[in-house]
């Protein structure tokens, strides 16, 4: 019963929260958001993406903060074709807590917004603010491979409430072995 309430009250926080405009966490701080990072929580409804929901693994990924203020992240994913490596570098704005790519896979400029963080344990971010089921992704991190129930709560209710079906949202389990043993630890 109890948790049944935490639910209702962590869904109505995050539906007031709804907005075109979703703003970045209050007093982001880079140097604290740096570091390692495990995406463990991911809600995307794009078409292309469907048929591969199940083959989707927990992956692991780097934030180094550059001296410009921009953010170089590095991931690495399981795939079909092994463990592969991946660098995005993310653009300042003049808003802390939001940045921009230029995603190449896409072919425009997305954004990227640190919607909840508390440093040293979980973060939500959101790629993309304006709706579009082809583009927007929200991305729940862990400071390790597994985070507590009621982050993984909060994170749904956010992307529910971002407009994203139930079974868009995943928690893949963890890649093995990826990145491999000696990579990025």
């Not at 075109?20 to 409804?45: E, I, S, T």
């Not at 862990?142 to 709560?153: E, F, L, N, Q, Y």
């Not at 749904?156 to 890649?175: E, H, V």
Request: aromatic share 12%; glycine share 4%; charged share 20%.
């Amino acid at each position: 019963m109890r948790t049944t309430a935490i639910a209702v009250v962590m869904v109505m926080l995050c539906v007031m929260m709804v907005d075109a405009d979703v703003k970045p966490q209050r007093d982001f701080n880079l140097r604290m958001f740096a570091g390692r990072w495990y995406r463990v929580g991911l809600a995307y409804d794009a078409s292309s993406f469907t048929p591969f929901r199940d083959k989707v693994k927990a992956s692991m990924g780097i934030i180094s903060e550059l001296p410009s203020g921009n953010v170089n992240l590095t991931m690495w994913e399981a795939t079909p074709l092994g463990c592969v490596r991946k660098v995005y570098n993310y653009e300042k704005t003049s808003v802390p807590g939001q940045f921009t790519y230029f995603s190449t896979r896409h072919n425009m400029v997305k954004d990227i917004t640190v919607v909840d963080t508390n440093y040293s344990d979980y973060a939500v971010v959101l790629k993309q603010k304006v709706f579009n089921r082809e583009y927007t992704q929200v991305a729940l991190y862990g400071r390790s491979p597994a985070v507590r129930i009621d982050v993984i709560m909060k994170f749904k209710a956010f992307a529910l409430s971002q407009g994203f079906p139930r079974d868009s949202i995943l928690t893949p389990p963890p890649a093995e072995n990826c990145p491999p043993s000696r990579s990025g630890r």
